[in-house]
């Protein structure tokens, strides 16, 4: 199998799990938890607390569920469509292309499915940070910072390379 190709299978794969991971931990926060009160994981840190999110990420855009559901999926065909067209050199910037393709699709199949998304992670510790979360938005999170590093680690290396070229051309032109 050729390296593009497994970097293609792995991403697949990498969507497929994402999606799967997220539904099942959402259907066990509607088993267990809808209803319910928090229940504690790390006394001080962590509970797992149910909400319905009508919104986009951290509850926002509530009201304008159709624009973001829109923007969703006109965002997840452009990142599906640059995974697939483009060739990549190494795994990590399609993986964390993945990771957020499957946490826009977990959390795109709630909103269809459901009209709202399940959320459920719940870090407590701090007064700054007020969000209840899934999977699927952690995929995405995730994701965009892997993004991030993996484009840096590609600007980095298309550097080293010209840097290369250059030296390279300046030994050949002394030596002429």
């Known amino acids: 199998m050729k390296k593009q190709q497994r970097i293609y299978l792995f991403s697949a794969l990498t969507v497929a799990l994402g999606i799967l991971v997220d539904l099942l931990t959402k259907a066990l926060a509607v088993e ?12 001080g840190w962590l509970r797992f607390t149910y909400l319905e999110n009508d919104g986009a990420a951290f509850g926002s855009l509530s009201e304008h569920r159709w ?5 969703s999926s006109i965002g997840i065909l452009a990142l599906c469509v640059y995974l697939v067209f483009v060739k990549h050199n190494g795994y990590l910037l399609p993986i964390s292309l993945s990771l957020i393709i499957s946490g826009g699709i977990g959390n795109m199949i709630d909103r269809v499915r459901l009209g709202y998304v399940v959320d459920f992670i719940d870090f407590y510790r701090f007064d700054f940070w007020r969000y209840i ?21 590609e600007w980095r290396a298309e550097s080293r390379k010209k840097e290369e070229e250059n030296v390279n051309d300046d030994l050949q032109n002394h030596s002429k």
Not at 67 to 71: E, G, N, S
Not at 136 to 150: F, I
């Open 67 to 71: 624009v973001f559901m829109v923007l």
């Open 32 to 43: 267990r938890l809808k209803g319910q009160d928090s229940a504690v994981l790390i006394r």
């Open 133 to 153: 979360f899934n999977v699927a938005d952690a995929l995405v999170c995730v994701g965009a910072a892997l993004t991030v590093l993996a484009v840096i680690f």
